[in-house]
């Protein structure tokens, strides 16, 4: 009698081995026809169905690195297209850096880092675009502590601290952005209507017209520089210079 109980056991242990091997087989197979089609939406750019396809497998698998991630840059394409058809992001930039948090915490590597960057920057600035008065610092620093190199980060804030009176700060961070990137042409404009703002006509004309230099194509880079120098010459012609 033991020996039959034994050998039963045995079998239905099997069965039960066999039955989570082919689940484990069939959920394996699903979440990959998932994946390969979330993948050739997101290549074809169809982010709604790639999002869809990718949510799929992370119903079953939320820990799946590669669904995360391809999840995350769905997301982030969507919000991008919203951005050009200038509607109202937040709410998709939202969703998008929350997807991005996730995946920091699925995925240690450094591949995600600077999307998840340039997302809290564009998360950023929606909040700001609902209401002028959003405390999105901690939200620019959190971007440029995950890529130092993002200077549209560095740029919104200096212009968020010299709105709040920082003006000495923020001609620290526009001088740090020319210096690192010699063609970010925002960074001389908003450094140079600093000085002009404080009638410093000379250090303005400074400014903007190293950034015309740098840049000789960008117009409002060459509509300053030359408002400057009549400025100049004419506070010359009047003795005041």
């Known amino acids: 009698m033991q020996l039959i109980w034994v050998v039963r056991y045995r079998i239905a242990f099997a069965m039960k081995l066999a039955f989570v091997m082919v689940f484990a087989a069939f959920l394996c197979a699903c979440n990959g026809n998932d994946m390969n089609r979330g993948d050739e939406a997101l290549r074809i750019g169809d982010y709604k169905r790639a ?3 990718f949510s799929k497998v992370l119903d ?11 999840l995350a840059i769905a997301y982030y394409a969507i919000a991008e297209d919203k951005e050009r058809l200038r509607v109202s992001t937040l709410a998709f930039w939202e969703r998008t850096v929350r997807e991005f948090k996730i995946l920091s915490v699925v995925d240690t590597s450094e591949k995600s880092k600077p999307m998840y960057s340039t997302s809290l920057f ?17 939200l620019l620093d959190q971007s440029i502590k995950l890529d130092p190199e993002n200077y549209f980060s ?5 212009l968020i601290l010299a709105g709040q009176g920082n003006t000495e700060e923020a001609k620290k961070i526009y001088a740090y952005i020319v210096t690192r990137e010699p063609k970010f042409a925002s960074a001389y404009v908003n450094l ?9 006509y000379e250090s303005a004309w400074d400014i ?3 950034g015309h230099e740098a840049l000789p194509q960008d117009v409002v880079l060459a509509k300053w520089t030359r ?7 004419a506070m010359v012609y009047s003795g005041k210079l």
């Open 60 to 70: 079953k698998d939320p820990a799946n690195r590669d669904a995360r991630y391809g």
């Open 227 to 233: 408002i400057a120098e009549d400025s100049l010459k």
């Open 192 to 200: 140079g209507n600093l000085y002009w703002n404080a009638h410093d």
């Open 208 to 210: 903007w017209s190293m």
């Open 51 to 53: 999002a869809k396809n």
């Open 122 to 138: 564009y998360l950023a600035r929606a909040m700001l675009a609902e209401n002028a008065q959003a405390k999105v610092l901690p």
């Open 154 to 158: 560095y740029n919104l804030k200096a």
